[in-house]
């Protein structure tokens, strides 16, 4: 009978080698999650101004297809801009032409509490130039978004904050 030995080397970490690897990971991930968080951050408030810029061409644009005055307020009046927007038919106040629910972890804020465009397309009642400046809540560090609006009603994005 011919009984083989098991073989005493095998192949595999060693203690030290998993905790050198747990080390180096545990390093690269403090040192990558906050530009991650930075980048997310960045994101949003960019996603956030994209939507606001596109709701606002598409109420100018329903304007102008109805020739009608179409105005986008915010979605609450007690959540600002922040709870989101929307725009309503002007003969059917149950039909929204517009709508977008409230941006994530991002504040909107701006001098006006609604925005109507004429069925020209131009703004009603506004002289000079409306902004909507978009930052994020979490990291004061991320970029901000300037969205202004000129009397002719062009929405314009811009990669700064409305003061710089």
């Known amino acids: 009978m011919n009984v083989t030995r098991p073989n005493r080397h095998t192949s595999g970490f060693t203690l030290l080698e998993l905790m050198i ?3 180096i990971v545990a390093i690269f991930a403090g040192i990558g999650v906050p530009s ?3 980048l997310i951050a960045d994101q949003r408030v960019h996603a956030a101004a994209g939507e606001l810029q596109a709701a606002l061409w598409r109420t100018r644009a329903a304007a102008i297809h109805l020739n009608r005055d179409v105005t986008l307020v915010p979605a609450t009046m007690d959540g600002g801009w922040e709870s989101g927007w929307v725009a309503y038919h002007p003969t059917d106040k149950t039909r929204e032409l517009v709508h977008a629910d409230p941006p994530r972890a991002v504040t909107v804020t701006s001098q006006i509490s609604s925005l109507t465009y004429r069925g020209s397309g131009r703004l009603r009642g506004q ?5 909507f400046e978009i930052s994020s809540k979490r990291d004061q560090g991320a970029q901000q978004r300037c969205l202004r609006i000129d009397p002719g009603g062009q929405p314009i994005l811009i990669r700064e904050g409305c003061s710089g």
């Open 21 to 23: 690897t747990i080390s």
């Open 36 to 38: 991650f968080s930075r």
């Open 127 to 131: 002289a000079g130039t409306i902004t």
